[in-house]
């Protein structure tokens, strides 16, 4: 079964803090993808990155990073010096990408982590 | 360019009663998919449309819930004999996945549309 684990429900931390954002996933395909969305407020979903499953090269976007690491079936996300428009929800996502009949995509979600940054 | 559209934004209808949710994807993208988020949960597949056709609509609820895509473009969501339980935000995405595997890229996502039964 396929399933992704974000087990920080809420973290609050102050500005310029860095803070670290866990996610574990389960899944029986090799091939697979994982992405990072941010919720804010309004509510709209954006997305912030996405991996492959053959790709453990870690990612820096700034004050963003991410960890992959497959041994751990883990894929985590750090923000440096947070900032107050970094509080959000933040979901971890999984998608399994078949080879037969072709990729579906959709879908699986954490339950999000809601991150404060207080000024 | 212009991203994911869904109208209405807020839907309220009454216990029994049947809505349409519409959404508009970014053009070009031929996979369209609808998901459920309730409070304080993440986003639930119910739905993915590659082209005119639902490829997978596991996600279903149950037979009450139906979608469609004639011209693979714009989606409706159809909900009859609606029941409080329903109530929850409505998102669409839409993405570059062409249904030939293995590939699987990032969905984007529309506003939502928030329904309540009363």
């Known amino acids: 079964a396929q399933k992704v684990t974000q087990a920080q429900t809420e973290i609050s931390v102050v500005e310029k803090e860095d803070v670290t954002l866990d996610c574990v996933y389960e899944?029986?395909?090799?091939?697979?993808?994982l992405f990072w969305y941010k919720q804010p407020p309004s509510g709209e979903l954006v997305f912030l990155i996405r991996r492959n499953s053959f790709d453990e090269q870690n990612e820096i976007s700034g004050r963003y990073s991410w960890n992959f690491q497959k041994s751990t079936s883990s894929f985590n996300f750090t923000i440096t010096a947070s900032q107050v428009v970094d509080s959000a929800v933040y979901f971890c996502a999984l998608s399994e990408a078949r080879n037969y009949g072709g990729s579906q995509g959709n879908l699986i979600f954490g339950k999000g982590t809601k991150l404060s940054v207080k000024p | 360019g212009a991203g994911v559209s869904q109208t209405p934004s807020n839907k309220v209808t009454e216990k029994g009663k049947y809505v349409e949710l519409r959404c508009d994807p970014i053009?070009?993208?031929?996979?369209l998919y609808w998901y459920r988020q309730s409070l304080g949960q993440g986003p639930e597949f119910l739905i993915y449309?590659?082209?005119?056709?639902?490829?997978?609509d596991s996600g279903l609820p149950n037979d009450r819930f139906f979608a469609v895509r004639p011209e693979g473009s714009v989606s409706t969501l159809k909900i009859q004999r609606t029941e409080r339980g329903d109530s929850a935000v409505y998102l669409c995405?839409?993405?570059?996945?062409?249904?030939?595997?293995?590939?699987?890229?990032?969905?984007?996502f529309g506003p939502g549309t928030r329904l309540t039964v009363t």
């Open positions: 053009s070009g993208h031929t996979a």
């Open positions: 449309f590659q082209g005119t056709g639902a490829a997978d």
């Open positions: 899944t029986r395909d090799t091939t697979y993808y």
């Open positions: 995405a839409s993405s570059l996945n062409s249904g030939l595997g293995p590939v699987s890229y990032e969905q984007y």
